[in-house]
């Protein structure tokens, strides 16, 4: 166990719906990021947050967007879904930003089927 | 760019025997990170080592061991004796030290197919 949880386990949906997945860091950790992994693509960043604010962004759609909260939760937000985001959407963590990049602790991720 | 390659998709032994996976990668940063992830069937990513550019120094940790050569951009993973709970789809990372989000980029992944 990580020590990062991410909710919903699965989720199915339709195409042009929206989902929020959400994520909870390891205990202390400020960064989080996420990656999505499809059969297509592997694995690719999409988007970082640290303490709060955007830190980095990777091959992210406009369709998506995300955001961390005060108390360092993160959700990811998939508007007008498309049967080519079906994919494991995993969420990490990883405890500083400076001293060059830690290990980052993976959740179980959600896996999204649309339908 | 930085990319990472693992070139073997695929690999299938039989329970004892020793396999290498290769990793790759390119960079044109000086001060970098390698990681090495299993992802074994349940699915979950497991951190298995990090590396940093300045550290060639080989690791071994049980049956794990990775060989770090700078010189081929390489940072390979043996798993000595292995064992059928090996099984796993393995990934190698890189991660540049000038990003700021030091984000990781993942190579393709090679699945590694133990049998008893």
């Known amino acids: 166990d990580s020590g990062v949880t991410q909710t919903p386990k699965h989720l199915i949906t339709a195409t042009g719906q929206r989902v929020t997945l959400r994520c909870s860091p390891r205990?202390?950790?400020?960064?989080v990021y996420w990656y999505q992994q499809s059969l297509d693509q592997g694995l690719q960043f999409l988007i970082q947050?640290?303490?709060?604010?955007?830190?980095a962004k990777g091959n992210i759609l406009e369709r998506f967007s995300a955001q961390q909260f005060p108390d360092l939760h993160s959700e990811l937000n998939l508007s007008s879904l498309e049967l080519g985001d079906s994919a494991l959407y995993f969420c990490a963590s990883s405890a500083r930003l400076a001293g060059g990049p830690n290990e980052q602790f993976f959740g179980p991720g959600t896996r999204l089927t649309v339908l | 760019a930085q990319k990472v390659t693992q070139a073997q998709t695929e690999i299938s032994v039989v329970e004892k025997e020793d396999v290498t996976l290769d990793c790759v990668y390119e960079?044109?940063?000086?001060?970098?990170?390698l990681f090495w992830y299993k992802q074994p069937p349940s699915g979950e990513l497991v951190f298995l080592i990090r590396r940093n550019s300045f550290d060639e120094q080989n690791e071994i940790s049980g049956r794990y061991s990775w060989n770090f050569q700078k010189s081929t951009s390489s940072f390979n993973f043996t798993i000595t004796a292995s064992q059928v709970v090996d099984s796993a789809v393995y990934f190698c990372?890189?991660?540049?030290?000038?990003?700021?989000?030091?984000?990781?980029?993942f190579g393709g992944g090679t699945r590694l197919m133990v049998k008893p």
């Open positions: 960079t044109r940063d000086t001060t970098y990170y």
């Open positions: 205990s202390g950790d400020l960064s």
């Open positions: 947050y640290y303490n709060g604010e955007e830190r």
């Open positions: 990372a890189l991660s540049e030290a000038k990003n700021a989000g030091n984000m990781l980029t």
